[in-house]
C-alpha cells in the first residue's frame, strides 16, 4: 500500500488551530498525533509546540524507547513529497560542514560526544 504524500506546506495547516487536526512530521513520515494528545507521557503541550512542523529533532533529542516509536507508527498519514525529503536532508547536511583545519573523523566524534570537538 502506497502512502499519501504530503508537502511541509499542507503539514503546517494542520496546526491545531480552528480545530484542525494536528500533525507531525518524524523521519519524513507524517502522523496524525491528535488522539494521543491528552495520551502523551510529556504533556500535550510538547506536541501542541510541534504542530504542523518537523517534530524530528525534539523527538529524537528525548530519545523516545521502542514502544514509543511503535506507539507513533499507529498514527501515519502518509509521508512527505519528494522535494521536501530533500530540503531536510539539506538541512541536516548543514550541520556537517567542515570547519577549516578540522578533520572528518574527529568532526564525526565530536556528534558522538561533544568532548572530541577540541
Known amino acids: 500500500m502506497e502512502l499519501v504524500k504530503y508537502s511541509l506546506k499542507e503539514v503546517a495547516k494542520h ?5 484542525e487536526t ?7 513520515m507524517v502522523y496524525d498525533v491528535t488522539n494521543y494528545m491528552d495520551k502523551h507521557p510529556g504533556g500535550r503541550e510538547l506536541l501542541e509546540e510541534y504542530a504542523g512542523q518537523d517534530a524530528t529533532r525534539g523527538f529524537e533529542e528525548t530519545g523516545h ?7 507513533l507508527k499507529s498514527f501515519i498519514v502518509g509521508e512527505l513529497v519528494e522535494e521536501d525529503k530533500m530540503n531536510n536532508r539539506k538541512k541536516k547536511d548543514v550541520n556537517f560542514v567542515n570547519v577549516k583545519g578540522t578533520s572528518d573523523r574527529r568532526r564525526f566524534l565530536s556528534v558522538l560526544c561533544f568532548k572530541c570537538a577540541s
Open 65 to 71: 524507547s521502542s514502544d514509543a516509536k511503535r506507539i
Open 15 to 19: 496546526n491545531g488551530t480552528d480545530g
Open 22 to 28: 494536528i500533525w507531525i512530521v518524524v523521519h519524513d
